[in-house]
């Protein structure tokens, strides 16, 4: 199969086309674990996966790449994340109960928004919409790309609940648009099936589309989850509302607030010693942490 959590950048030697494939496996089943997602989503959750991990191998900067959608159909919530240092994580939110039997991506996310967002860690963040009327995330991303980049650009996307892989190819930003190489490489990128990407390795793949290309493979990067919550963001968040208000929500709910972690299940308690400390403190948290 394509590389398990690994990515792997590609260049072609000859023609001005970058891309990358990726490969999702114990990650993948990370995301998964988080909750009882059904079929046709935890597809779409390796897919996002997969697109985010691809979306970031051409950083050129330290940060992180995320996309996240919002619809009214049912499936509510989608969000994937991954970091210049390969660390995923993903997360969706659905309906209870039957998901239709929808398989476009705009049956599912009914009167959908997407953004693409890219957060530098020292710098402005940047962010894009990416509009939903196509069948699969392939297709609105590549649209995204021709549309609002102009970067003719192919990617493809495969998961089965197991694995999820995907393969992306770019023109350089700097080569300008399509020509007949471009082209080519497009048509035989096509000729590619999903259960290739998911299990041939990446060699083999590349054999088999572009063995009369030459082809630079880099080296291959490991990829994990990893969620980078912390009880301090979780109280940077808490400090929207004023001090007595978070006092009166502790008392409500027993003395303390809970707030767990959407990505990751990790749960940080505030007590009300706590919410005093956060306001006594210059609004930082003591380096203790919880006072208990
Ligand atoms: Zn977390």
Same mark, same amino acid.
């Given at each position: 199969m394509s590389s398990p959590d690994q990515i792997q950048r590609l260049l072609f030697d000859d023609i001005d086309v970058r891309g990358a494939i990726v490969g999702l496996d114990k990650a993948y089943a990370e995301v998964l674990a988080r909750a009882d997602y059904p079929e046709r989503l935890q597809i779409l959750l390796g897919e996002l996966l997969a697109a985010v991990a691809l979306l970031t191998?051409? *950083?050129?900067?330290e940060g992180r790449v995320s996309l996240q959608a919002q619809g009214e $159909? %049912?499936?509510?919530i989608l969000m994937a994340e991954a970091t210049h240092d390969n660390h995923v994580r993903a997360i969706a939110r659905f309906d209870e109960g039957e998901l239709p039997d929808a398989e476009r991506l705009d049956e599912l996310l009914q009167n959908g928004r997407m953004a693409l967002t890219i957060e530098p860690k020292d710098g402005q963040r940047y962010q894009g919409v990416v509009s *939903?009327? $196509? %069948?699969t995330l392939s297709d609105c991303l590549e649209r995204y790309f021709s549309q609002s980049e102009q970067l003719p650009t192919k990617i493809q996307l495969a998961a089965d609940g197991k694995h999820a892989a995907g393969m992306l190819t770019q023109v350089l930003p700097a080569a300008g648009t399509g020509s007949a190489d471009w082209e080519h490489i497009v048509a035989l990128a096509q000729t590619l099936k999903s259960e290739e990407l998911l299990q041939l390795d990446n060699e083999t793949i590349l054999y088999r589309l572009y063995h009369e290309e030459t082809v630079r493979l880099f080296e291959s990067e490991d990829l994990i989850f990893n969620c980078d919550c912390s009880r301090e963001r979780s109280a940077n968040a808490m400090q929207m509302m004023t001090q007595d208000e978070l006092l009166e929500l502790a008392e409500e709910q027993g003395g303390a607030i809970e707030m767990s972690c959407q990505f990751c299940n990790e749960l940080y308690s505030f007590d009300t010693a706590d919410i005093r400390a956060l306001f006594h403190n210059d609004g930082r948290l003591n380096d203790e942490g919880s006072l208990h």
């Open positions: 191998s051409n *950083l050129k900067i $159909g %049912a499936v509510r *939903l009327e $196509g %069948a």
